[in-house]
């Protein structure tokens, strides 16, 4: 049995579940909100040592790390998602940390301060958003060539690559990054994966779901 710890608002949660959907693997999902602080509990500390959502437990084995479980999880299933092929799989690896450690980060920014700050009570930092949309100036017409050449970000067979940064870039609109709009390969690429199973089995779409859940929070 597969247990997967998160919240549905984590886009790092949303990259698990949609391997999962696209491996069509059953699961359950077990709210672990870190709002509330329950990633610091002593139970899932346990689980993972970061404190970080998303988690899994696969009968007994806990993994952290959404990119880690996900590349387990396509493994452990034979999944094209992460082919074989020590090359293929590298170049899945390349556009995989791009897209975490710099798109990921700069996005992360502009998300944090527009977003789950005031959700939160904390102060937004201006220079932080900034800074933010600055570097994401320079990321997206890397994704934009690389997807005007190719189907797919890791070329011509979709890969983890994929569902990591579709989870990344699904907070665009909720925070209000309007440049991603002048993209048109990217553009049509997300729309592409957003209208798959795997994508529309989660929500339609990720920044009206976590209106929907603001505003029901709010009484709305
Ligand atoms: N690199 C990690 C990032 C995980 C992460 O930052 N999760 C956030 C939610 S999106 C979290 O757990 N934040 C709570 C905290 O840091 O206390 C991954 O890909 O799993």
């Given at each position: 049995m597969i247990k997967l710890y998160g919240l549905g608002l984590s886009f790092n949660v949303s990259k698990v579940r949609y391997c999962l959907n696209h491996l069509n693997l059953q699961y359950e999902w077990v709210q672990t909100n870190p709002i509330a602080g329950e990633n610091r509990a002593e139970e899932y500390l346990k689980l993972c040592?970061?404190?970080?959502?998303?988690a899994i437990d696969i009968d007994g084995f806990t993994l952290f790390e959404s990119n880690a479980i996900n590349r387990y999880l396509a493994v452990a299933n034979n999944s094209?998602?992460?082919?074989?092929d020590n090359k293929k799989r590298a170049v899945i690896d390349a556009w995989m940390d791009y897209a975490s450690i710099h798109v990921g980060q700069a996005l992360g920014r502009v998300l944090f301060n527009r977003v789950f700050a005031p959700m939160t009570g904390q102060k937004s930092d201006e220079e932080s958003v900034r800074v933010g949309l600055e570097f994401l100036d320079k990321y997206f017409p890397v994704l934009e060539k690389q997807l005007s050449q190719n189907p797919y970000l890791a070329g011509r067979d979709m890969s983890l690559a994929d569902l990591n940064l579709l989870a990344i870039l699904d907070p665009c609109e909720l925070a209000q990054?309007?440049?991603?709009?002048?993209?048109p390969s990217l553009k049509k690429w997300r729309a592409g994966l957003k209208a798959q199973p795997f994508y529309q089995k989660c929500y339609k779409d990720y920044s009206q779901f976590v209106m929907e859940a603001m505003n029901a929070k709010a009484g709305k």
């Open positions: 040592p970061t404190g970080k959502v998303p094209p998602l992460y082919p074989q990054i309007k440049t991603i709009d002048q993209y």
